[in-house]
């Protein structure tokens, strides 16, 4: 049983060697292939002396009546012998090697360019990826620059709005107590003793918040060293 496509010697070849064989020419010749299956490829083997000829796949039931009927017409018949002169067997083995050649090749190339088109699809889906990628990253880096502006920004202006506090604070609140104590002198010398009391407490607390608003101003306005 043999294939006929083969590393070194196609089965085609080998069932020729076989027949012209004397130690081997009576063994049945099965050929059993997947490839070469045309009805002149068949034909051109059992005229090379093939006993049968099984297409790939088969099961093995078919395989071993395969195998007991050559075995029964080689008892009954002899063994197979070519059919033809040797130089059309040769011919026609030439012609079966090209046309599988052509076929082999025509396989390949549409194998080539089906592969060249996965490969062309597989390189547009990558550009296409780095290209989105590419404007995600600027887009991440202009956002990132946007932020870092509006922090600067926000900084500058948290820092005005600090320095306008402070300056109320000190420009107007605590002139505004300390004229308020100068007001209330007169009235701690007042004759009377509750008036006095109250204007005194009362000085206290403007003396508490002009410390207050000074805090809050270095707070706010931090002096520069």
Do not use: W
């Not at 946007?146 to 002139?175: F, P, T």
Request: hydrophobic residues 40%; charged residues 30%.
């Amino acid at each position: 049983i043999s294939d006929i496509l083969m590393p070194k010697m196609d089965g085609f070849r080998l069932c020729r060697e076989v027949r012209r064989s004397a130690s081997f020419a009576h063994v049945p010749f099965i050929v059993y292939s997947g490839t070469f299956c045309s009805p002149e490829d068949q034909k051109l083997a059992m005229d090379l002396g093939a006993s049968h000829y099984l297409r790939k796949p088969c099961s093995l039931d078919l395989m071993l009546e395969a195998v007991r009927s050559a075995g029964d017409e080689l008892a009954s018949r002899g063994r197979p012998t070519p059919v033809g002169p040797e130089s059309e067997l040769m011919r026609r083995y030439g012609e079966a090697l090209v046309r599988k050649l052509e076929v082999r090749s025509a396989q390949l190339e549409l194998r080539v360019r089906e592969r060249t088109e996965e490969l062309s699809r597989t390189i547009e889906t990558l550009r296409e990826e780095v290209e989105r990628r590419t404007v995600a990253e600027r887009e991440l880096q202009l956002r990132s620059a946007q932020l870092r502006r509006l922090a600067s920004e926000l900084a500058l202006a948290e820092h005005r709005e600090r320095r306008r506090v402070a300056h109320v604070l000190h420009e107007n609140l605590q002139q505004l107590l300390v004229a308020a104590t100068f007001r209330l002198a007169p009235l701690e010398r007042a004759a009377d003793p509750d008036l006095r009391r109250s204007a005194v407490a009362t000085h206290e607390l403007i003396d508490r918040s002009i410390e207050v608003s000074r805090s809050l101003t270095v707070e706010l306005s931090p002096p520069v060293l």
